[in-house]
T-cell receptor, first 110, second 114 residues
């Protein structure tokens, strides 16, 4: 059974600092690894999807890497802004289902 | 607009009173699933459906039922709700379960069982 862990649970940074969010998973036989953003009281929005054959994906200020051998993924957010404040969730896709981490709640201070 | 919709968004009910949370997607997606989100536990999958008339249990199926009679709809049924089913519920869909298929989530249903 896939276990996904995200550390730290919360993070507070000043505006402009780069963010590094970590995700680890136990089963390397994943189809893909997805990163989501969740705003308070809202649903999840997909940010990036990294297929199992890929090492990284980029979208604007966001870059996500995947290392299956070590069971790790990292989400980098460059030059953080107050609007980046949210909870970020990673999920490993195995055997027709997603297994989620508990998330990292990010606060970007103006 | 491509979207996943859920109804109701908020529901307060009492123990034992049967309820249904509806989920509908307009993207012609094959795969749909239900999750519950609880503080400190993240999202856990309840049930999923690969296609019409094909459903299977996720990690926490006890106390829930689903059906997939039409491609676009995937209702979640609580036959006899209990307080431990108080949670935030999300429906999600994707084109299939391929390596490049992104999951799209509904806005969530906050359920309180008294």
């Amino acid at each position: 059974k896939q276990e996904v862990t995200q550390i730290p649970a919360a993070l507070s940074v000043p505006e402009g600092e780069n963010l590094v969010l970590n995700c680890s998973f136990t089963d390397s036989a994943i189809y893909n690894l997805q990163w989501f953003r969740q705003d308070p009281g809202k649903g999840l929005t997909s940010l990036l999807l990294i297929q199992s054959s890929q090492r990284e994906q980029t979208s604007g200020r966001l870059n996500a890497s995947l290392d299956k051998s070590s069971g790790r993924s990292t989400l980098y957010i460059a030059a953080s802004q107050p609007g980046d404040s949210a909870t970020y969730l990673c999920a490993g896709h195995n055997d027709y289902k997603l297994s989620f981490g508990a998330g990292t709640t990010v606060t970007v201070r103006a | 607009e491509a979207q996943v919709t859920q109804n109701p968004r908020y529901l307060i009910t009492v123990t034992g009173k049967k309820l249904t949370v509806t989920c509908s997607q307009n993207m012609n997606h094959e795969y749909m699933s239900w999750y519950r989100q609880d503080p400190g536990l993240g999202l856990r999958q309840i049930y999923y459906s690969m296609n019409v008339e094909v459903t299977d249990k996720g990690d926490v199926p006890e106390g829930y039922k689903v059906s997939r009679k039409e491609k676009r709809n995937f209702p979640l049924i609580l036959e006899s709700p209990s307080p431990n089913q108080t949670s935030l519920y999300f429906c999600a869909s994707s084109q299939s379960t391929g390596v490049a298929d992104t999951q799209y989530f509904g806005p969530g249903t906050r359920l309180t069982v008294l």
